[in-house]
């Protein structure tokens, strides 16, 4: 079992930053994937990075890449989403998800945080 708490999000203008959080506990994240979704007004659900905690390669949606950054820290197990160029299309609740990496590819995320809002200005 693996609880996750996302913290960070808030109100940014168009073109600021903002960077989030999702501390993990319950166990080590070795051999797990951490991963950020978001799911806008009227949207579905979608994904937006993703880091494998065994050797912290990343992955990244088209839209988000060259403006997030996902990375971690080893000592506190956490691991952060680094947002920069902020557009109003970003605005949606991120959530931190939490898999084994055998199920990351497929998307099957088995533990969630209660998500936070991020709301973009234009």
């Known amino acids: 079992q693996v609880q996750l708490v996302e913290s960070g999000g808030g109100l940014v203008q168009a073109g600021g930053s903002l960077t989030l959080s999702c501390a993990a506990s319950?166990?080590?994240?070795?051999?797990?994937?951490m991963g950020w979704f978001r799911q806008g007004p009227g949207k579905e659900r979608e994904f937006v990075a993703a880091?494998?905690?065994?050797?912290?390669?990343?992955y990244y949606a088209d839209s988000v890449k060259g403006r997030f950054t996902v990375s971690r820290d080893d000592a506190k197990n956490t691991v952060f989403l680094q947002m920069n160029s902020l557009k109003p299309e970003d605005t949606a609740v991120y959530y931190c998800g939490a898999t084994p990496q055998l199920l990351a590819g497929l998307k099957q995320y088995l533990y969630w945080g209660q998500g936070t809002q991020v709301t973009v200005s234009s």
């Open positions: 319950g166990r080590t994240l070795t051999g797990l994937t």
């Open positions: 880091l494998r905690w065994s050797d912290s390669n990343t």
